[in-house]
């Protein structure tokens, strides 16, 4: 199979802006909008983030399933990209505007429209990630997808998603502001998916056989480095989840400064550019799980750091933030690396080829980290006496420097531990490759 060319690979991953403008106001704003826009309680954002899981954990296996299964003039994976993007854009858009309603109605519509919104982002993500799988079986070209992805998901998604707050503010009030900028939001993230469908290219074609759905959850059982992968994505994942989605009470209260908010997270935008270019160097040299554990120990070491240190001056609190936010680049770019070479091993090991399987546990696993840590940072909140645009007490004030700090530390160092358990190394992928190969013409 010739090797990737720098347009394929651009063509497919600026897909990833698309879907993350979605991920990342979903992540950064829903908390903040939940409770000081929409005005619910942050007790009922918890349960709400959780209980939104519960009904995934039936859609994404299902989402996975249908994906293995589907063939079109499109391809297997790619419809799914051309019929969703729109409706889950105008379901984002759903998510953040504010009916004037009882309270009780508030949170009935926030439960259905997050809910909506985890169905849909399952029906477009999980396809979109798993072309990487069927695009090649490189490692390395992996891991320079994985880059390139990162890139437009973390860089220039957060250029644009920092910059909707200030955007908001622009409007007076922040109910008209929101509405207004999610609606951009949408529009853009609609026209880059398409593009991605334009532009991508199934290129592996292995021979596959069919499986009941259950089958499902032996399948997933029986691949031990995805079990694995999985949870330390989890756990990845509650590292950012926890600390940008209590960003905006850390500025707001601990500086007394909201603009500070945009200002830090662009004075990060180059250590996030710089993780998507050098990772795949060291990836090339150390493999991905060295270079995933190395910046799960970056971020541990950093985070904790910051948290010991007072925030004055400011530039040794901005200079520690960038190296942790370089460390969490390395862990998000190694992980998306990683994950298509779970789908050789599943083939391997069950005899089934399925890229549905691992991306769906894996689009599940994320959306849990994102429910999890969203739900513990509000719980923290409420429970600590948290009440919006008031003089908060000490005790309130304290959490939020813990959960922007030492919560995400703690998810990074159990992230290490779990990953001492991954065994899919570079060798190993290379027997299986050529094992798979051997079947293939027997």
Same mark, same amino acid.
């Given at each position: 199979m010739k090797?990737?060319?720098?347009?394929?690979?651009?063509?497919?991953?600026?897909?990833?802006?698309?879907?993350?403008?979605?991920?990342?106001?979903?992540?950064?704003?829903?908390?903040?909008?939940?409770?000081?826009?929409?005005?619910?309680?942050?007790?009922?954002?918890?349960?709400?983030?959780?209980?939104?899981?519960?009904?995934?954990?039936?859609?994404?296996?299902?989402?996975?399933?249908?994906?293995?299964?589907?063939?079109?003039?499109?391809?297997?994976?790619?419809?799914?990209?051309?019929?969703?993007?729109?409706?889950?854009?105008l379901i984002l858009l759903a998510c953040f505007f504010t009916p004037d309603m009882p309270q009780t109605?508030?949170?009935?519509?926030?439960?259905?429209?997050? !809910?909506?919104?985890?169905?849909? +982002?399952? &029906? %477009?993500?999980?396809?979109? #990630?798993? $072309?990487?799988? *069927?695009?090649?079986?490189?490692?390395?070209?992996?891991?320079? !997808?994985?880059?390139?992805?990162? +890139?437009? &998901? %973390?860089?220039?998604?957060? #250029?644009? $998603?920092?910059? *909707?707050?200030?955007?908001?503010?622009?409007?007076?009030?922040?109910?008209?502001?929101?509405?207004?900028?999610?609606?951009?939001?949408?529009?853009? #993230?609609?026209?880059?998916?398409?593009?991605?469908?334009?532009?991508?290219?199934?290129?592996?074609?292995?021979?596959?056989?069919?499986?009941?759905?259950?089958?499902?959850?032996?399948l997933l059982i029986n691949n031990k480095p995805l079990l694995i992968l999985a949870i330390a994505m989890f756990l990845n994942t509650g590292v950012w989840v926890t600390g940008n989605a209590v960003a905006m009470y850390y500025f707001k209260y601990i500086f007394k400064d909201e603009s500070l908010f945009a200002i830090f997270f662009f004075l990060m935008l180059p250590a996030n550019f710089l993780g998507t270019v050098v990772t795949p160097i060291i990836t090339k040299r150390i493999g991905k799980l060295k270079a995933f554990m190395i910046g799960s120990i970056v971020v541990t070491l950093f985070y904790t750091l910051r948290h010991i240190l007072p925030t004055e001056p400011l530039a040794v609190f901005v200079g520690i933030s960038l190296i942790a936010t370089f460390g969490q680049m390395m862990c998000s770019v190694t992980q998306w690396g990683m994950l298509p070479d779970t789908v050789e091993y599943g083939h391997w090991k069950n005899g089934i080829r399925s890229e549905g399987i691992p991306f769906a546990f894996f689009s599940f696993m994320q959306k849990m980290g994102l429910a999890v840590a969203g739900a513990?940072?509000?719980?923290?909140?409420?429970?600590?006496?948290?009440?919006?645009?008031?003089e908060l007490s000490n005790r309130t004030l304290s959490a939020i420097e813990w959960l922007f700090n030492l919560v995400p530390a703690g998810y990074s160092l159990l992230c290490l531990v779990v990953l001492f358990f991954y065994k899919l190394d570079s060798g190993t992928y290379t027997k299986i490759i050529a094992e798979l190969k051997q079947r293939e013409h027997s």
């Open positions: 090797r990737l060319t720098h347009k394929q690979i651009l063509g497919y991953t600026v897909g990833d802006l698309g879907i993350n403008l979605n991920f990342q106001m979903m992540g950064f704003y829903l908390a903040y909008f939940y409770t000081d826009v929409f005005k619910i309680p942050a007790y009922h954002v918890g349960w709400l983030f959780l209980a939104a899981r519960v009904w995934d954990a039936v859609n994404d296996p299902l989402m996975g399933y249908l994906a293995d299964r589907t063939q079109s003039r499109w391809g297997q994976f790619r419809p799914y990209i051309l019929f969703g993007a729109l409706p889950l854009n109605a508030k949170i009935i519509y926030a439960y259905v429209t997050y !809910i909506a919104h985890g169905m849909l +982002f399952t &029906a %477009v993500g999980l396809p979109y #990630s798993s $072309i990487s799988a *069927v695009m090649t079986q490189d490692q390395q070209e992996r891991a320079v !997808i994985s880059s390139y992805r990162m +890139f437009f &998901a %973390v860089v220039v998604a957060l #250029s644009i $998603i920092i910059l *909707v707050k200030p955007f908001a503010g622009l409007f007076g009030e922040e109910t008209t502001g929101f509405t207004v900028a999610v609606l951009l939001v949408a529009i853009f #993230s609609t026209t880059l998916l398409l593009i991605a469908f334009t532009q991508s290219e199934e290129r592996v074609q292995m021979k596959r056989e069919s499986y009941s759905f259950k089958q499902f959850f032996p513990v940072a509000t719980w923290i909140l409420s429970v600590t006496g948290y009440e919006p645009d008031t």
